[in-house]
């Protein structure tokens, strides 16, 4: 179940070989003999990928559902005495990831040296069934029972500009004067324009955000608002360095924008496991201390 589970994972035979530090055709073998154990066909082949066949999907949720109930019992068995050890596949966004989860893995690791952390970053969350990750770092509390979202620190989406595109443009004091003014997208997916959600005092406002400059990378769209191409809607944590310094300015600080708190998102199997535990607590309190630290430091226009 474990081979099957994780050659499912890898996606070929030769990633899964890899993995387990064998051969390619030692790979193959093993799965022909569960194969003819079974008398079906769990998986379809081609010359680079694999997938699953209807019992191959069948094989795989018992098995998982198997092997995290095994894990859980042995987890709590050896309860407190339980080290950090083995596997710890964490994901996380593009910029967010590369900026702060990083540098936070390095710390874990020379704290915890029995661990292997491998660190995986993506546009969007993997799916569930994917089996694709044991702890990902995302903005939001997913909608999803399934999981367990542990809270990690509080962040806000705040508009702003540099100073020198406001003393050229002035500043816009209610959100319809975001039509005059030149705004920073940031894409997702096909999507040809983005949508900012105000809420001030009295009434909510939707606006599609439309500029001579767009792009689906939140690091390009802030090197563009330092520039002074616009004004630009970003999550506080990848711009706090920004407004502390003054190189960027808050507008609009009466009006609130959707939630981007930060959590850790793991599967409820992985409660138990103490490398999960002891990772996400090292997030938690890394977060903590750096939004004391940051608190009061924006600088509104």
């Known amino acids: 179940m474990a081979f099957f589970s994780l050659l499912a994972r890898a996606g070929s035979l030769s990633a899964a070989a890899r993995e387990l530090g064998v051969t390619t055709p030692a790979v193959s073998k093993r799965l022909a003999h569960m194969e003819s154990r079974l008398g079906v066909p769990l998986l379809h082949r081609t010359t680079r990928r694999i997938g699953l066949t209807h019992e191959g999907e069948i094989y795989l949720d018992h098995a998982r559902r198997i092997l995290a109930d095994i894990d859980g019992m042995e987890r709590m068995v050896r309860g407190a005495l339980d080290a950090p050890q083995g596997l710890l596949r964490v994901n996380a966004t593009l910029g967010f990831g590369r900026s702060h989860i990083a540098p936070l ?3 874990f690791a020379k704290l915890h040296p029995a661990v292997q952390v491998q660190l995986q970053l993506t546009v ?3 799916p569930l069934t994917d089996d694709a990750f044991d702890v990902c770092v995302r903005f939001g509390e997913p909608p999803d029972a399934r999981v367990i979202a542990h809270p990690i620190a509080p962040n806000r989406r705040l508009l702003c500009a540099s100073p020198a595109y406001l003393a050229r443009q002035g500043a816009p004091q209610t959100p319809e004067d975001l039509a005059h003014h030149q705004c920073i997208s940031i894409r997702q997916g096909d999507e040809a324009y ?6 001030s005092a009295k009434h909510t406002t939707l606006f599609k955000v439309r500029g001579p400059l ?3 990378d939140g690091e390009i769209a802030v090197s563009w608002a330092l520039a002074g191409h616009g004004i630009v809607l970003r ?3 990848d711009i706090a360095r920004y407004l502390r310094s003054g190189r ?3 507008v609009l600080a009466h009006c609130s924008t959707p939630s981007a ?3 850790a998102i793991y599967p409820q199997r992985h409660q138990v496991s103490a490398r999960v535990r002891s990772f996400v607590t090292h997030l938690a ?3 903590g201390k750096s939004a004391t630290r940051s608190a009061g430091l924006v600088r509104n226009w």
């Open 235 to 237: 999550a506080e944590w």
């Open 194 to 199: 983005g949508i900012w959600r105000l809420a």
């Open 248 to 250: 960027l300015v808050q």
């Open 285 to 287: 309190t890394h977060f």
């Open 261 to 263: 708190d930060i959590y």
């Open 214 to 216: 767009s792009t689906n």
């Open 105 to 107: 893995i390095s710390s």
């Open 124 to 126: 969007h969350p993997p």
